[in-house]
């Protein structure tokens, strides 16, 4: 059977991103699990077909780790899923003052802060995966907390500590993306979405980012998202990652992607729908 490489171990969002992808797009697909981002976009086109990746939260913005990845790689995203996210916190000590070390996820950090700032003087271990922290925690050592995925509290547990919902807003979703090796056709009746990336080009000139921006507006294109990662080679060097709304094969778009590749470097991530669409 075909495989889809996911965030591990079991128990993580993206799991639940990656089953809601399997039932909606009724493929017979079964799940690597690999315990980290890095690892997923490695077995993309080796032992997986697929892979999904979180890449924009509500509360905590996009997943640079996923952005500097998809820099790097050459898939296409084919799809786009969209789940809430709702976190707990759970310990082995009765009291929240007792607390010495909590594991909390890289990215689950910045969707609990409210709750974080309440604690002084606490160890944060960062974790790779919202099931990286758990396992730590499940371990029961006294004293350690974590911060997990609120559907595992209803797996069987014996934390002495219980704290059923603590993100900081009750409308919390992340935005996940399936990437492959190779795109899927255009469907004229789907929406669908664009994203690319300026590779060179930005120069440090007046107006040259206004220009490419420019391009889409005059053909009416609504620009969806632009935000910047640093080249890493140079300070004030940036990679522009753009997107709009349409198909890439659409006329107009496609004549505005190639009035801005006369002047800069253009990666196309792809086109693609939300799930369900
Ligand atoms: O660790 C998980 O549960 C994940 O699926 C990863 C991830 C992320 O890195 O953004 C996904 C959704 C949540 O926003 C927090 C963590």
């Given at each position: 059977?075909?495989?889809?490489?996911t965030?591990?171990?079991m128990?993580?969002?993206?799991?639940?991103?990656?089953?809601?992808?399997?039932e909606?797009?009724?493929?017979?697909?079964?799940?690597?699990?690999?315990?980290?981002?890095?690892?997923?976009?490695?077995?993309?086109?080796?032992?997986?077909?697929?892979?999904?990746?979180?890449?924009?939260?509500t509360?905590?913005?996009?997943?640079?780790?996923?952005?500097?990845?998809?820099?790097?790689?050459d898939?296409?995203i084919?799809n786009?899923?969209?789940?809430?996210?709702q976190?707990?916190?759970?310990?082995?000590?009765q009291?929240?003052?007792?607390?010495?070390?909590?594991y909390?996820?890289?990215?689950?950090?910045?969707?609990?802060?409210?709750?974080?700032?309440?604690f002084?003087q606490?160890k944060?271990?960062?974790?790779?995966?919202?099931?990286?922290?758990?396992?730590?925690?499940?371990?029961?050592h006294?004293?350690?907390?974590?911060?997990i995925p609120?559907?595992?509290?209803?797996?069987k547990n014996?934390?002495?500590?219980?704290?059923?919902?603590?993100?900081?807003?009750?409308?919390?979703?992340?935005?996940?993306?399936?990437?492959?090796?190779?795109?899927?056709?255009?469907?004229?009746?789907?929406?669908?979405?664009?994203?690319?990336?300026?590779?060179?080009?930005?120069?440090?000139?007046?107006?040259?980012?206004?220009?490419?921006?420019?391009?889409?507006?005059t053909?009416?294109i609504?620009?969806?998202?632009?935000?910047?990662?640093?080249?890493k080679?140079?300070?004030?060097?940036?990679?522009?990652?753009?997107?709009?709304?349409?198909?890439?094969?659409?006329?107009?778009?496609?004549?505005?992607l190639?009035?801005?590749?006369?002047?800069?470097?253009?990666?196309?991530?792809?086109?693609?729908?939300l799930?369900?669409?």
């Amino acid at each position: 059977m075909d495989q889809i490489a996911t965030l591990g171990a079991m128990g993580t969002f993206s799991e639940i991103a990656t089953k809601k992808y399997i039932e909606v797009s009724n493929k017979k697909l079964e799940i690597s699990y690999y315990p980290t981002i890095r690892q997923v976009f490695k077995a993309i086109g080796q032992e997986c077909n697929l892979g999904i990746v979180p890449i924009e939260n509500t509360l905590d913005g996009f997943v640079q780790r996923t952005l500097d990845l998809l820099l790097e790689s050459d898939f296409y995203i084919v799809n786009e899923i969209i789940i809430p996210i709702q976190f707990s916190f759970v310990a082995n000590s009765q009291n929240i003052s007792d607390i010495e070390k909590i594991y909390v996820q890289f990215k689950t950090r910045g969707q609990c802060y409210n709750f974080l700032d309440e604690f002084n003087q606490i160890k944060l271990i960062t974790t790779e995966s919202n099931s990286e922290s758990f396992s730590q925690v499940k371990k029961g050592h006294i004293a350690e907390g974590a911060i997990i995925p609120r559907h595992l509290l209803d797996t069987k547990n014996d934390f002495s500590l219980c704290i059923d919902n603590v993100t900081d807003s009750e409308h919390n979703q992340t935005r996940f993306i399936v990437l492959a090796k190779s795109k899927d056709d255009y469907e004229i009746d789907k929406t669908y979405k664009t994203s690319i990336i300026i590779l060179e080009g930005v120069a440090d000139q007046a107006g040259v980012l206004s220009k490419i921006l420019n391009e889409f507006s005059t053909k009416n294109i609504n620009l969806k998202s632009i935000i910047s990662r640093p080249t890493k080679q140079e300070l004030g060097k940036y990679y522009f990652f753009i997107d709009i709304e349409g198909h890439k094969d659409e006329e107009e778009i496609r004549e505005a992607l190639d009035k801005i590749r006369k002047n800069n470097l253009v990666k196309i991530l792809g086109s693609y729908s939300l799930l369900g669409d």
